[in-house]
């Protein structure tokens, strides 16, 4: 499967975005999808994730109660509505897939599909 992430740019902070990845590939419905993200000098940190049928979500701390995850298989679309962002949420954005349909990981490595990548940066 192939991954394009889009929707990053410059937000005033307590201002939101909404990031997109369009997948390729019929079977996408069937593969676990998170997004990531890595800020400049920092390692890739796990954002949020959502199972293939869209039941379940699970978010990092930092980022709970502010964004939201959420997926289309039938438009082979996942999605991170991010509100109330703030300066340290700045980092390039990554969206990412596995073929394993009940991976539920925070871990850059259990992740065999990465989209490239788009940034966002929010100002203070």
């Known amino acids: 499967v192939q991954l394009q992430a889009s929707g990053g740019g410059l937000v005033q902070a307590g201002g939101s975005l909404r990031l997109s990845c369009a997948a390729s590939g019929r079977t996408f419905r069937n593969y676990a999808v998170a997004w990531f993200r890595q800020a400049p000098g920092k390692e890739r940190e796990f954002v949020a994730g959502?199972?293939?049928?869209?039941?379940?979500?699970s978010y990092a701390d930092s980022v709970k109660g502010r964004f939201t995850i959420s997926r289309d298989n039938a438009e082979n679309t996942m999605y991170l509505q991010m509100n109330s962002l703030k300066p340290e949420d700045t980092a390039v954005y990554y969206c990412v897939a596995d073929p394993n349909p009940y991976l539920h990981s925070t871990s850059p490595d259990d992740y065999d599909y990465w989209g490239q990548g788009t940034l966002v940066t929010v100002s203070s």
């Open positions: 959502i199972s293939w049928r869209g039941g379940s979500t």
